[in-house]
Every structure is written in C-alpha cells, then in structure tokens.
C-alpha cells in the first residue's frame, strides 16, 4: 500500500508569491490534516478535512487554505507569502474511526526568500 | 483550545540509560494521547498511543503512562540504545474530532 505522498519535496518562493502543496493519503483514508513544523514551534495543527469538507482549523491566518477534492487529496495553498511562513509542511492521513493513527507524509520543505 | 507541554526539549543519556519524556494538557475532555518520533530528516511516526480509559501501556522497551486527575502523561523508554536518537512529539486530541494538538518535541541523544 503506498504511503502518503506530498508534492513537491522542496520549493523556493518569493515573498509576496502564492504557493500550492498537495498532499495524496493513503488509499481509503478519507481524513487528511496539514502541519506546519518549524523547529521553535514544533508540529502546528493547520487544518484538517474530511470528506470534501473542513472540519477543524488551527490558528493561522486567513492567507492559509485548504480544500479536499472527492478522491480525498488534498491542497494547501498559502498566498501573500511572508519569511515566517517558511518552514516544513507536513499532511497527514488517517482511517475513518476514533483516535485512528495519522500516517505523515515527506513533508514539502517551503523556504521563502 | 488544547494546550500541550513538553518537557524537557533536549535530553541525553547514556545508553542502556532510561529515558523519560513529560507532557501535561488543558481539555479535560481529551481522551486520546500518541506519541510520535521522528528521526532526522523523517516523517513523524506513531510510537505508541494511549486513551484515557487506561492507566499505562506498554510496547517493549517503551511505555506510557496517563494520570487524568493531573492531565498528565508520560513516555518512559527503557535499554535506550543509539537508534532511539530522535525528536520525539506527545499529543492530545479529542475522540471523533481529527485536531491534534502536539507539544513542542523533545529531542533526544542516546550516547553510546
């Protein structure tokens, strides 16, 4: 069974630009949740979807947003970008079900210049 | 919202050498709490979780333990050897509802 795949590995951007990670789960997983991890902060919860739909938001900004399309991938977009923003985006997949174990993916390394 | 603290950030021991990682949460109503390591360069991965409805778990060399009362929680690993090296991260959620909240990482050096 593949693993969680995200996409692209690393990306440079400039401040101002927009950018746009994916993120595919594992086969059947219909829940998938996105993180930020930097190392002063460690694993910041973003958001999480399920099903098409949000269902939980972490405390970021509005310039970060996400959306799941029916075959349960995911997007994360980040507009406006600003130097803070750089870190590692790591998602996250999960079985349908109670307390289920969240596979991560690589993560994309966004750095912001 | 859920707030979880670690403790400590960095921790070195020898190996053979116990090792112990300390996490305390807010929501009483938390009920679900795993804890992932993740070596360098690597994807986290699920060590080994524990729900409220028990006291402690075990897995080998590795344990954890929930005081409710305290919201409190700990991971203790045991004949630490040098493959345990790794950052190390507790959470907390709330049954049925997908928002993790982690602490902060823990980062640990198994001294050979």
């Known amino acids: 069974k593949a693993g969680v795949t995200q996409t692209p590995r690393y990306l440079i951007k400039t401040r101002g630009q927009q950018v746009t990670l994916s993120c595919s789960p594992i086969?059947?997983?219909?829940?998938v949740s996105w993180y930020q991890q930097t190392p002063g902060q460690g694993l910041q919860f973003l958001f999480e979807y399920f099903s098409e739909t949000q269902r939980n938001k972490g405390n970021f900004p509005g310039r970060f947003s996400g959306r799941q399309f029916s075959n349960s991938r995911s997007e994360m977009n980040v507009s406006t970008l600003e130097l803070g923003d750089s870190a590692l985006y790591l998602c996250?997949?999960?079985?349908?079900?109670?307390?289920?174990?969240?596979?991560f993916g690589q993560g994309t390394r966004l750095t912001v210049v | 919202g859920e707030n979880v603290e670690q403790h400590p950030s960095t921790l070195s021991v020898q190996e053979g050498d116990s090792a112990v990682i300390k996490c305390t949460y807010s929501?009483?109503?938390?009920?679900?709490f795993p804890w992932y390591k993740q070596e360098l360069g690597k994807r986290p991965q699920l060590i080994i979780d524990?729900?409220?409805?028990?006291g402690e778990k075990k897995d080998q060399r590795i344990a954890v333990t929930l005081n409710k009362t305290a919201k409190h929680f700990s991971l203790h690993i045991t004949e630490t050897q040098p493959e345990d090296s790794a950052v190390y991260f507790c959470a907390a959620s709330i049954g049925g509802y997908q928002k993790v909240t982690f602490g902060i990482g823990t980062k640990l050096q198994v001294i050979p």
């Open positions: 086969s059947g997983h219909r829940s």
């Open positions: 524990i729900r409220s409805n028990v």
């Open positions: 996250a997949s999960r079985r349908t079900g109670e307390n289920t174990e969240a596979f």
């Open positions: 929501d009483s109503a938390s009920n679900y």
